[in-house]
């Protein structure tokens, strides 16, 4: 059996891109969630999570993450953006009061995305209204 010539890229690696419903990480604590989301990230995967964590969660995040980088061998840090599907004008008063009242009940703003990945995959994630645009590595 002949052995396959490897070119002068290497060996390509592969992701996956999991969705992670907010229902998995209500229940946690702070410390949970970040571990729950660096686990699947440093598995070499694309996380799009329903809704979005805490401010002080997600500074948490980076800033565990930039903790990591020359520690972890391969990482390089991630790259996180926020989609949320509020508009400014959408809804009326009592509209924004009772999807208030739903994510004070859900622990959490269901009405966004969060798309996190590991920056060795993830060039670049850009959003405007309309689109998200997620650059990949080559």
């Known amino acids: 059996m002949a052995k396959k010539k ?7 690696k592969g992701f996956s891109i999991q969705f992670l419903p ?7 604590d702070s410390t949970g969630r970040i571990r729950k989301i660096l686990n699947i990230v440093l598995g070499n995967n694309i996380l799009i999570l329903q809704g ?14 930039m ?13 996180l953006a926020v989609i949320s ?11 924004k009061i009772r999807q208030n009242l739903a994510n004070s009940l ?23 209204p309309k689109k998200i645009e997620l650059f990949l590595n080559r």
């Open 6 to 12: 490897r070119g002068k890229i290497g060996k390509i």
């Open 22 to 28: 907010f229902s998995e990480i209500r229940d946690l």
């Open 52 to 65: 979005k964590l805490k401010a002080e969660e997600e500074a948490r995040l980076i800033g565990d993450t």
């Open 67 to 79: 903790a990591m980088i020359g520690h972890v061998k391969g990482f390089k840090g991630i790259e």
């Open 85 to 95: 599907g509020n508009g400014e004008n959408s809804q009326g008063f009592f509209g």
């Open 106 to 128: 859900a622990k959490g703003d269901l009405g966004a995305v969060t798309i996190i990945g590991p920056a060795t995959i993830v060039k670049d994630i850009k959003k405007n």
